[in-house]
């Protein structure tokens, strides 16, 4: 039982390349959530999906595109990356919203430089 | 909505218990009281959660004030793998973008 992997572990960008962060749950959760973790700091919601068809924007989704692919898949992509997007992302997901423990997966470093 | 006030950091000799403090006055009658940790640069891991009544699992316990403005994560023989940031948080039936990860406590465990 895998839980939600992410791929991949590690990138290096340059600045204004583009890419895509996958994420999948294999728990069939309906919710699934994005965020981010500068060093030193908590965590920040990117965008959430609550359920299968909808996704909303969180904290800081400037700079980010998220697509819920289907139930298990929800993807993250930077269009054009920036230096201050070096961080940990990390992809969770719930069996319903936010009265649903969330469960992580190990995240992906980025660095753009 | 509500937000939680922790001590940036804490420790404890192994083998002892280990009590977190979480601050969360603000807390609506919906809202439960979450612990998750985070080890080292991992994703953060679910411990226990909460309303009003005390919980208990194979991990930790959770003593909420009957006010539902404080709560303790007890961890009963803290080892030397419980050293993490442990974050405390109050969401309900509510968007999603309302749960918030604050700075947490940092748990360190003396050998």
């Known amino acids: 039982n895998a839980g939600v992997t992410q791929t991949p572990k590690f990138q290096v960008l340059k600045t204004g390349q583009s890419m895509t962060l996958q994420c999948a749950q294999d728990?069939?959760?309906?919710?699934m959530y994005w965020y981010r973790q500068d060093p030193g700091m908590g965590l920040r919601l990117i965008y959430y999906?609550?359920?299968?068809?909808?996704?909303d924007k969180g904290e800081v989704p400037n700079g980010y595109n998220v697509s819920r692919l289907n139930k298990r898949e929800f993807s993250l992509r930077l269009e054009s990356a920036a230096p201050s997007q070096t961080s940990v992302y990390f992809c969770?997901?719930?069996?319903?919203?936010?009265?649903?423990?969330?469960?992580f997966g190990n995240g992906t470093r980025l660095t753009v430089t | 909505d509500a937000k939680t006030t922790q001590p940036p950091s804490m420790d404890c000799a192994e083998g002892r218990a280990a009590n977190l403090p979480c601050n969360h006055s603000?807390?609506?009658?919906?809202?439960?009281v979450y612990w998750y940790r985070q080890i080292h640069s991992q994703g953060p891991q679910y411990i226990i959660h909460?309303?009003?009544n005390n919980e208990t699992n194979e991990m930790a316990s959770l003593i909420i004030t009957e006010d539902r403005k404080s709560s303790t994560l007890i961890l009963p023989h803290a080892t030397l793998r419980d050293t993490a940031v442990y974050y405390c948080?109050?969401?309900?039936?509510?968007?999603?973008?309302?749960?918030?990860f604050g700075s947490g406590t940092r748990l360190s465990i003396r050998p």
């Open positions: 969770a997901s719930s069996v319903e919203g936010a009265y649903s423990p969330l469960h």
């Open positions: 603000t807390i609506s009658g919906n809202e439960y």
């Open positions: 948080i109050s969401s309900g039936y509510s968007s999603a973008s309302k749960i918030i």
């Open positions: 999906s609550a359920s299968e068809g909808t996704t």
């Open positions: 728990m069939n959760h309906n919710s």
């Open positions: 909460g309303l009003k």
